[in-house]
């Protein structure tokens, strides 16, 4: 039977539950013999079995009596081979066998009444992606549920008198956090917990269950559905949404794994003699564009929107899911609600037999309702992941031509600035993510003689970039206390000791915690840095051209913003110094950029008030008047960056 003249089903697969009697349906068209082996206990030596029905569209069916909940099972095929089921919802401690739930059962109490936050979309967004073990794990977290899900239910956890967990979250104002991975991975032991027992969890074994290793207890298979709900429900509560990293372009075992062993060479991209492809650089890559591909992926993703209520999903190496799978998949869950975010990689991890004009590259995005990590202005800002290169923040000029252009949200603003998008929205703007070398110790790395206060203020330097740019800003857990992995570049399998978040960091940077907390406070009361239509930023965003300074000031970004019509002053002016002295920007050369707009004639006439509300310092709740009397109006000191509000009177 040749690939294409596989039977494609409609029906719903795995184990529909109901109090007497419960249904198994596996898709296996190539196997003639199929039985369920139903065991009472995750590691009972007994099974029984029950012969399986293969119909037409190559399903195999059996239909047992009784009420199953906590029994355990796998597929038996051809008699020889015992593989659990793809689309399981648990599995027993280190995914031995499937697991039957009533999922009635692993719903917290009041989950039904709670709801999902509203609002935050697109360019309001603000992206915190974290590790579930990373966030507790530390012996000075400060929360008793360590490395678990459970402690994202915490409230009150604290470090000399300073917020930990929850309750930091909120204290820090981001919208959504980003779990990595939480479905069932393999290369973690869920029955033991030792410093060395890590990783970040791109190792698919089961993708509807839940890892274990987070769970209270591994063995009970309603424990790690219960406690992530729970945790769901905390963040939810709080007004937090929650977006779930899923890794659907691999599976972590290849020939033995259970889509393989189900359907051979089906469910992976293989080569005509055999060779299973490897975009993902894992050993393989999953079949999206066949149809029962594309149907686990949107099959389980609808499952985890509907189920967990979950507010959106991150994209590993997106480049390797076909575009119309993303784009069905979008248009699935945004019917279940509206809000769904989606976002990912385009790129992969190696050569692909998924053709050029199906990979979801930069520009696959445009107008589809989705986003994409921007990785061209993420190597402005700090240089390369890495290595010994500098970007903007390093006073590195090659970059500027591609930090203007992600300032603007990466969108086709003039000949000059040509992005990848044609909607500020469809940018992930970020600095560095779970991957490679966190910021500090990059900025580390590119500045081997630097002292803490210049590293300090490279920071703030590439924080000040992300929160005042168009797009939606993404950043790691940590960076906001200048969290370190000791040198680290690829800490996925790590020890703990490298890869706990040191909530000590907050104690030692809270100046910096707290610089951070103002960027977010200025993002989310200034909508000139949220704008969301290419025609108002092609409008309103204009830079000060490098002709308006000095030789010495060359290195500058200055650009202003026409506030709504509404607003109580005229314009918004940003200033980027990444030199190592003051920036001096004169009242001729703050006009010549208000000039810019057509409509504001008497700009060059009137008096011109400033007022400076973001500094080195940080937000200024009372904005600092500048005195007009002063030959240069606007200073920014080194590596630092302004922001001003500016008047015509």
């Known amino acids: 039977m040749n690939l294409s003249d596989y039977p494609v089903s409609q029906k719903k697969l795995g184990v529909i539950y109901e109090k007497n009697q419960s249904t198994f349906n596996v898709w296996a068209p190539t196997h003639h013999l199929v039985s369920v082996a139903l065991y009472d206990s995750a590691k009972a030596p007994h099974r029984t079995l029950y012969p399986m029905k293969k119909s037409s569209d190559g399903v195999f069916s059996a239909v047992i009596e009784g009420d199953l909940h906590g029994k355990f099972y796998t597929f038996i095929l051809e008699s020889q081979f015992e593989v659990t089921d793809p689309y399981c919802v648990s599995v027993a401690a280190n995914s031995v066998r499937s697991a039957v739930v009533d999922l009635e059962k692993t719903n917290p109490d009041n989950w039904h009444n709670h709801t999902r936050p509203r609002g935050n979309l697109g360019c309001d967004a603000i992206l915190y992606e974290v590790h579930v073990a990373d966030f507790s794990a530390h012996a000075n977290s400060g929360m008793s549920h360590k ?51 890590y990783n970040w969890g791109y190792d698919p074994e089961h993708f ?27 963040l939810h509560e709080k007004g937090l949404k929650v977006v779930l990293d899923v890794v659907y372009n691999h599976t972590y075992r290849t020939e033995h794994s259970n889509f393989n062993m189900l359907v051979p060479h089906y469910y992976h991209r293989v080569t005509e003699d055999g060779i299973f492809s490897n975009g993902s650089g894992c050993g393989n890559e999953f079949a999206s564009d066949k149809p029962m591909g594309r149907k686990f992926i949107i099959d389980s993703l609808v499952y985890w929107a509907t189920e967990f209520k979950v507010d959106g999903f991150r994209f590993d190496l997106m480049a390797l899911i076909d575009r119309k799978t993303i784009e069905t998949a979008l248009k699935t869950l945004r019917e279940i609600d509206p809000e ?52 903007y923040i390093h006073g590195n000029k090659d970059m500027k031509h591609r930090l ?52 300090i203020d490279l920071n703030k330097l590439a924080f000040n970039i992300l929160f005042t740019s168009q797009g939606t800003p993404f950043f790691h857990a940590g960076n906001e206390f200048l969290r370190d992995k000791k040198g680290a570049h690829n800490s ?101 950029a208000i000039d810019k707009y057509k409509k504001s004639p008497k700009s060059k006439k009137s008096t011109l008030k400033i007022e400076r509300i973001f500094d080195h310092e940080g937000l200024h709740v009372s904005p600092r008047v500048i005195d007009p009397e002063m030959q240069h109006l606007i200073r920014i000191l080194p590596l630092s960056s302004g922001v001003f509000k500016l008047s015509n009177h």
């Open 340 to 391: 769904i975010l989606f976002y990912g990689e385009p790129w992969m991890g190696g050569l692909s037999l998924l053709p050029d004009a199906e990979r979801v590259y930069k520009g696959a995005q445009c107008g589809k309702g989705y986003a994409l990590f921007n990785d061209d202005f993420r190597d402005a800002i700090k240089g390369d992941n890495d290595g010994y290169g500098q970007g």
């Open 492 to 592: 996925y399998n790590a020890p703990l000791s490298i890869n706990a978040i040191d909530w000590g960091k907050k104690v030692d940077h809270q100046a910096f915690f707290k610089y951070v907390c103002d960027l977010i406070t200025l993002r989310k009361t200034y909508a000139c840095f949220r704008m969301k239509e290419v025609a108002d930023i092609k409008k309103r965003l204009h830079f000060v051209e490098d002709s308006a300074f000095e030789e010495a000031f060359k290195d500058a970004i200055v650009y202003v913003i026409k506030e709504s019509e509404d607003a109580s002053f005229d314009f918004m002016l940003v200033a980027h110094n990444p030199s190592k002295q003051p920036l001096l920007l004169s009242t001729e050369q703050i006009k010549t």
């Open 208 to 234: 509807n269950a839940i890892e274990g290793s987070y769970a209270t207890d591994a063995n009970d298979p309603v424990s790690r559905i219960v406690d992530l709900k729970s945790a769901i429900m905390a």
């Open 147 to 197: 490395g678990k899900f459970l402690a994202f239910t915490e409230n009150g956890t604290s470090i000399e008198n300073l917020t930990t967990g929850l309750d930091h979250l909120v204290e820090l104002g981001v919208t959504h956090v980003h779990l990595m991975p939480v479905y069932d991975y393999i290369t973690v032991d869920e029955e033991i917990e030792a410093d060395h027992n």
């Open 404 to 455: 203007h252009t992600g300032i603007v949200g990466s969108i086709p603003y003039d000949q000059q600035y040509i992005g990848f998008t044609t909607h500020p929205c469809e940018s992930i703007n970020y600095f560095n993510s779970h991957d490679n070398l966190i910021l500090f110790d990059k900025l580390k790395k590119a500045s081997p003689d630097a002292s803490i206060e210049t590293l």
